[in-house]
């Protein structure tokens, strides 16, 4: 079992930046940053599988970067130039032989 812990999320005004970052327990391989809005589902945001192997939903591409740090067994979530529509709770993910583990969420508001 895996456990992760979100942290890094506040309040920002539009155009700033924040780092997240899901501290797992133990070695991980694919992470999955995924955000929520109060109503609606839950939507990937970035996936980092493996070193250099990364996706980045449209509405991210070129603000957001996902990174890690093997030897903290650490996934940042590098966001800039953000904006009220990233307003939402981000939770990253772990797929791990069979099993989707989840932190626990941290807010972001982005105000205008």
């Known amino acids: 079992q895996v456990h992760l812990a979100e942290s890094g999320g506040g309040l920002v005004q539009v155009g700033g930046s924040l780092r997240l970052s899901c501290a797992a327990s133990?070695?991980?391989?694919?992470v999955i940053w995924y955000r929520q809005v109060p109503g609606q589902q839950r939507e990937p945001v970035a996936t980092q599988s493996g070193v250099d192997t990364t996706h980045y939903a449209e509405s991210v591409k070129g603000r957001f970067t996902i990174y890690r740090d093997s030897a903290k067994n650490t996934v940042y979530l590098q966001m800039n130039s953000l904006k009220p529509e990233d307003t939402a709770v981000y939770y990253c993910a772990a797929p791990i032989k069979g099993t989707i583990y989840w932190g626990q969420g941290t807010q972001v508001t982005v105000s205008s």
């Open positions: 133990g070695s991980i391989g694919t």
